[in-house]
């Protein structure tokens, strides 16, 4: 998978919404599964969701279940995550993340099943 750029990140006020996007470089973007991780400042990073590549199955942390949607388009090379209700608990620097290409490993949390990392950007919920 090549290079990996999120944008979408800004500052919103608590109960609002952004959408995040994750853009692919290279041609193979359709066959890696996709993560969301956040991480603030000497805090480990943190798995938000994931979608698999095969099958489309999805996985997100218990915290922003109802609140997030994480989707694809393969067509475009790109992921999204929609975050609807924001709370200042959100706030962070959100990064994308993809599998090895063709991995058929289930989704993970674990931020080391993942090969290729964007930059981030960064998210600020004010309350």
């Known amino acids: 998978q090549g290079q990996l750029v999120e944008s979408g990140g800004g500052l919103v006020r608590a109960g609002g919404s952004l959408r995040l996007s994750c853009g692919a470089s290279g041609r193979t973007f359709n066959l890696c599964s996709v993560g969301w991780f956040r991480q603030s400042p000497g805090n480990e990073r943190e798995f938000v969701a994931a979608?698999?590549?095969?099958?489309?199955?999805?996985m997100y942390m218990d915290s922003v279940k109802g609140r997030f949607t994480i989707s694809r388009d393969n067509a475009q090379s790109t992921a999204y995550l929609q975050m609807n209700g924001l709370k200042s608990e959100d706030t962070d620097v959100y990064y994308c993340?993809?599998?090895?290409?063709?991995?058929?490993?289930?989704?993970?949390?674990?931020?080391?099943?993942?090969?290729?990392w964007g930059q981030g950007t960064q998210v600020t919920v004010s309350s």
């Open positions: 993340a993809t599998y090895r290409v063709l991995s058929r490993k289930p989704l993970s949390s674990d931020p080391e099943e993942y090969e290729t």
């Open positions: 979608v698999h590549w095969r099958d489309e199955s999805i």
